[in-house]
């Protein structure tokens, strides 16, 4: 059987911000076939593309109006099937989300649902629920949305008053969707075989611990806001149960396209701490991967790192699967400005050093578009260009997730750098001036610079295809050791001064310079290398 996904590195795309073909500021489909290529010469094995199906945006696509068909802005049905096929024949496989929590409120079934008034059977698709209090005028729960303010708005009836209540655990835009209904069941099924007729390769699937809400809606008892980030223990919207069934379900849905030379596979976005319980998604009849957020969570910290290892390394080896390592994605601040908030070159370098970390650890491992070129988080984007639906719920008091999806700058001197046709306007996200120096061009042509540092360990990993067991070595505390098998090993420094450690056998890749001396090799600090015995 082949598990490719098992060892793949995934670069993840998001759309809105990879590649624009037709300078509306926005990247779409062709831009990504047109950058194929690149990724092909990056090593990687497959692309996950973020929502590109038809939505009002309120969500950068994470509030679908339709799941079966392409926004205009990111291109056509012809589109997606050119991707798949130039992307195969480059040997790039391609994953798409789906987003099975919520849809947009602009979905057919909301808006017939809000047409067709309480007590209608349109209505079960949803969580609709009357108000408490004497004129129900308090929200059905205590329930927080992730975005901020409560994860309830009230509807209004033809005549004008207020009537029933709705859940959305994320934007008012984007309700929930009723998951014991059978329609909702069905529908997905269908969604799932369609993008599977097409060609793709798998789904990474939204909040996919957040289908199921606890029989009969209880408080939750706290006054915080929801969070996708803290521990999820005991929330009634998270991790119930009755998920697992439809897991099952779409496993069967997905094995009946599965070939052996050609599996497809799902990969969870699921955020649950707990390493049994995450487990549970990744059982031989469930889903195939979860991202370790865990490991993304963890500080530059040895001793933090490691515990994340380890509880991934928990999570996975006893249902017989794999773990998937991530830094960085579309909803988390970039690493290197989380490893260094102030300091760019000491980001950098622990930027490359993670990435020995993270290629060298048993699994797959998932890449964010722009992490190859040493992106760092955009922090001063100005108030008005903001649109990430955090920044309006917070009350203007959490800037949200924009800073990360910034467009690449992939050539020229100045903004937008390429992102688009010459002489487009300004792109959806304006681009740092300063990221001259880091455009795809620049870099292409400077073999030491991140892209290049990207490419290569890329290219080495898949020469040691590494397969064995990950054994911690003795090191000390401050310093990362671990074997594969007898043959390699990987070291880094995480401390504040460099190390000298007995050399574990021949430099194969380094972060930063390694000096040696007979058997004794120093480590600078905030290094990563791989040896080869
Ligand atoms: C997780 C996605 O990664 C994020 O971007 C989105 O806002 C929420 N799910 C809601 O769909």
């Given at each position: 059987m082949n598990t490719w996904w098992q060892h793949a590195v995934i670069y993840q795309i998001y759309v809105r911000s990879f590649a624009d073909s037709d300078g509306t500021g926005v990247g779409d489909l062709a831009g990504i076939a047109s950058r194929l290529p690149y990724l092909a010469q990056l090593g990687v094995d497959a692309v996950w593309i973020t929502p590109f199906y038809r939505s009002p945006m309120a969500d950068g696509g994470y509030d679908v109006a339709d799941y079966r068909e392409v926004d205009p802005v990111f291109g056509t049905l012809a589109d997606v099937d050119r991707v798949v096929a130039d992307a195969h024949a480059l040997g790039i496989r391609v994953i798409v989300d789906v987003v099975p929590n919520h849809t947009s409120a602009a979905h057919r079934w909301f808006v017939a649902a809000l047409a067709a008034g309480e007590g209608s059977t349109e209505r079960d698709r949803y969580v609709f629920r009357p108000g408490q209090g004497p004129d129900g005028s308090l929200p059905p729960n205590d329930w927080r949305s992730v975005f901020g303010g409560p994860a309830w708005s009230r509807t209004t009836r033809p005549d004008g008053s207020p009537g029933e209540w709705y859940l959305h655990l994320f934007d008012s835009s984007q309700p929930d969707l009723n998951w014991e209904h059978p329609e909702v069941r069905a529908e997905f099924a269908d969604v799932l075989r369609f993008w599977l007729d097409r060609g793709v390769d798998g789904f990474r699937i939204d909040v996919a611990h957040g289908l199921v809400k606890a029989e009969g809606l209880p408080d939750e008892g706290t006054d915080g806001p929801a969070t996708l980030l803290e521990p999820m223990a005991s929330k009634p919207y998270w991790d119930q149960e009755g998920v697992h069934e439809i897991y099952r379900q779409w496993r069967q849905v997905l094995d009946a396209y599965s070939t052996a030379e050609s599996p497809r596979i799902f990969v969870a976005e699921a955020w649950v701490s707990d390493p049994e319980r995450?487990?549970?998604?990744?059982?031989?009849?469930?889903?195939?991967?979860?991202?370790?957020?865990?490991?993304?969570?963890?500080?530059?910290?040895?001793?933090?790192?490691?515990?994340?290892?380890?509880?991934?390394?928990?999570?996975?080896?006893?249902?017989?699967?794999?773990?998937?390592?991530?830094?960085?994605?579309?909803?988390?601040?970039?690493?290197?400005?989380?490893?260094?908030?102030?300091?760019?070159?000491?980001?950098?370098?622990?930027?490359?050093?993670?990435?020995?970390?993270?290629?060298?650890?048993?699994?797959?491992?998932?890449?964010?578009?722009?992490?190859?070129?040493?992106?760092?988080?955009?922090?001063?984007?100005?108030?008005?260009?903001?649109?990430?639906?955090?920044?309006?719920?917070?009350?203007?008091?959490?800037?949200?997730?924009?800073?990360?999806?910034?467009?690449?700058?992939?050539?020229?001197?100045?903004?937008?750098?390429?992102?688009?046709?010459?002489?487009?306007?300004?792109?959806?996200?304006?681009?740092?001036?300063?990221?001259?120096?880091?455009?795809?061009?620049?870099?292409?042509?400077?073999?030491?610079?991140?892209?290049?540092?990207?490419?290569?360990?890329?290219?080495?990993?898949?020469?040691?295809?590494?397969?064995?067991?990950?054994?911690?070595?003795?090191?000390?505390?401050?310093?990362?050791?671990?074997?594969?098998?007898?043959?390699?090993?990987?070291?880094?420094?995480?401390?504040a001064g460099e190390v000298e450690l007995a050399a574990p056998g021949d430099l194969v890749a380094a972060s930063a310079h390694v000096s040696r001396h007979d058997d004794r090799i120093w480590l600078p600090t905030d290094a990563a290398a791989w040896w080869r015995r």
């Open positions: 995450l487990s549970r998604y990744l059982r031989a009849d469930e889903l195939h991967q979860a991202f370790n957020f865990g490991y993304l969570k963890a500080a530059w910290d040895a001793e933090q790192l490691r515990a994340a290892i380890d509880a991934a390394l928990a999570t996975c080896l006893p249902v017989g699967a794999q773990p998937s390592w991530v830094l960085s994605n579309h909803d988390m601040v970039r690493h290197p400005s989380r490893y260094a908030p102030d300091d760019p070159e000491l980001g950098e370098r622990r930027a490359r050093a993670a990435l020995l970390l993270t290629l060298a650890l048993p699994g797959g491992a998932y890449l964010y578009q722009g992490e190859e070129l040493g992106l760092r988080e955009v922090t001063d984007l100005p108030d008005k260009v903001l649109q990430d639906p955090i920044w309006e719920r917070s009350g203007r008091t959490e800037r949200g997730r924009d800073g990360c999806r910034v467009p690449l700058p992939w050539a020229g001197d100045t903004p937008p750098f390429g992102f688009g046709p010459d002489g487009m306007g300004q792109p959806w996200l304006p681009m740092p001036p300063a990221w001259a120096g880091h455009t795809v061009e620049r870099q292409l042509a400077d073999p030491a610079s991140m892209l290049r540092f990207y490419q290569r360990a890329l290219r080495i990993r898949r020469e040691l295809g590494l397969a064995e067991p990950l054994r911690w070595l003795p090191a000390p505390a401050s310093v990362l050791a671990f074997e594969r098998g007898d043959g390699f090993v990987c070291t880094v420094n995480l401390g």
